[in-house]
C-alpha cells in the first residue's frame, strides 16, 4: 500500500539506529559455486574490486552489508570481513541453513538442527571478523512451519548469549514471516520484492507486525538496470543460466519475453525525474511502504555509485505508482 505522507529515506533499525533507506546485498561478490554441474553463483569476481566497491559504499553512506554463509562457499563473507571487519558502525547480515564446501565450491545440503546452526555461526564469525553478528537470518525459504520452532529457539538462545544481535526469516511466506513475530529479537524477513511482484500480503504482515522487509531480487537480478536485450545471454557459471524452478526473470540465461514486454510497459514511468532505470526500481520500493531496505546486488564502483544515486532522489511520487500499477495490472 502507499503510504499518504513522504516517505523517509532512513529507516530505524531494531538496536535504535537510523541509516539510510539502502543496503547491499553480497551474493555476486561470493564468486562461483555448484549443485553438480548447475551454477548458484553470478560468475567470476575480483576481490579487489569487491573491496573497493564495498568501501565506496560506505564512504556514501551505506551501513547495511547484507550475505550468506553458501555464497561463494562462504567466500562472500570472507570478502565482506576483509573490506569491513568489526566496524561497530556498519551493520552486518548473514543467512545460515545450507551447507557448501569451500574447497569444492559444492552445495552439501540444507540444515537447521542446533549443532549445524551453532557451528554455522561460528564459522561466519570468523569468516566476517565480527565479534557478533548483527542480524541472522534463516535461509530454507520454505522449511516446515511446525519444524521451525526449534530453529527459532536456537537463535533466542543465540540472542541471550550475545552471538548475534537480533533473527529473522528469509522467506517468500507470509505465513512463515508471521511465525515467530512475537518473539523477541525477531525483527525482520527477507523477501522477494520488485516492480514486478508486489507481494502485498507480505508487506501486511511486515506492517501490523512492525517488522523491516528486507527487499531481495530489488532489480529482478539485473533485468530492471536495462542493461540486458533479447539476444544478450549471461556467462557460463551465471545462476541466471540454470534450469531452476524460481528462476522466472531469465529462461536459458536470457531475459525471458514476459517480462521483456513488462519492462517495456513501465520503462518510462520508472526513470521519471531523471532517475536511471535501477534507481526507478529501488524508488518504487520504497514508495510501497516504509518498512522496505532494498538489498541490490553490485560487483563494481559504478554500479554501488547508481545504486546509492537513488537515494538522493527518493521514493516515487503516488500519481507515478498509480500508473505503474496500471500498466501492470496490478491491484
Known amino acids: 500500500m502507499l503510504t499518504k505522507t513522504a516517505t523517509p529515506k532512513t529507516i530505524t533499525l531494531w538496536n535504535g539506529r537510523e541509516i539510510p533507506r539502502l543496503g547491499m546485498g553480497c551474493w555476486a561478490i561470493g564468486g562461483p559455486f555448484f549443485a553438480g554441474d548447475t551454477p548458484l553463483g553470478w560468475g567470476e569476481v575480483d576481490d579487489d574490486e569487491s573491496v573497493e566497491a564495498i568501501r565506496r559504499a560506505i564512504e556514501l553512506g551505506i551501513r547495511f552489508f547484507d550475505t550468506a554463509s553458501n555464497y561463494g562457499a562462504g567466500h562472500s563473507e570472507e570478502v565482506l570481513g576483509r573490506a569491513i571487519g568489526n566496524r561497530d558502525d556498519i551493520v552486518v547480515a548473514t543467512k545460515f541453513g545450507f551447507a557448501t564446501d569451500p574447497q569444492t565450491k559444492q552445495a552439501t545440503g540444507a540444515f537447521a538442527d542446533e549443532a549445524f546452526i551453532r557451528r554455522s555461526v561460528e564459522t561466519s ?12 537470518q534463516f535461509h530454507i525459504n520454505d522449511f516446515p512451519l511446525e519444524q521451525s520452532d526449534a530453529v527459532f529457539d536456537v537463535l533466542e538462545a543465540l540472542r541471550a548469549e550475545g552471538k548475534i544481535g537480533a533473527f529473522g526469516w528469509s522467506t517468500d511466506s507470509p505465513d512463515r514471516a508471521a511465525r515467530h513475530a512475537g518473539r523477541q529479537g525477531y525483527v525482520s524477513v527477507q523477501h522477494t520484492m520488485n516492480v514486478f511482484e508486489p507481494v502485498p500480503e507480505m508487506i501486511a504482515v511486515i506492517e501490523r507486525q512492525g517488522l523491516i522487509s528486507i ?38 540465461g536470457r531475459m525471458a519475453p514476459e517480462f521483456a514486454a513488462r519492462l517495456d510497459a513501465v520503462r518510462d514511468l520508472l526513470t521519471s525525474g531523471g532517475r536511471t532505470l535501477t534507481q526507478g526500481a529501488l524508488a518504487w520500493l520504497w514508495a510501497k511502504s516504509p518498512r522496505t531496505l532494498p538489498i541490490p546486488g553490485f560487483r563494481t564502483f559504478a554500479q554501488v555509485e547508481e545504486n546509492v544515486g537513488a537515494l538522493e532522489k527518493g521514493p516515487l511520487p503516488a500519481d507515478i505508482m498509480a500508473a505503474i500499477d496500471a500498466a501492470l495490472g496490478h491491484q
Not at 531480487?217 to 524452478?245: E, Q, S
Open 125 to 136: 564469525l570468523r569468516s566476517l571478523r565480527r565479534d557478533r553478528l548483527d542480524l541472522l
Open 215 to 252: 527487499n531481495r531480487g530489488p532489480l529482478a537480478m539485473g533485468l530492471l538496470t536495462g542493461k540486458f536485450t533479447a539476444d544478450k545471454a549471461v556467462g557460463a557459471k551465471d545462476v541466471r543460466g540454470a534450469a531452476l524452478d524460481w528462476m522466472v526473470y531469465f529462461k536459458d
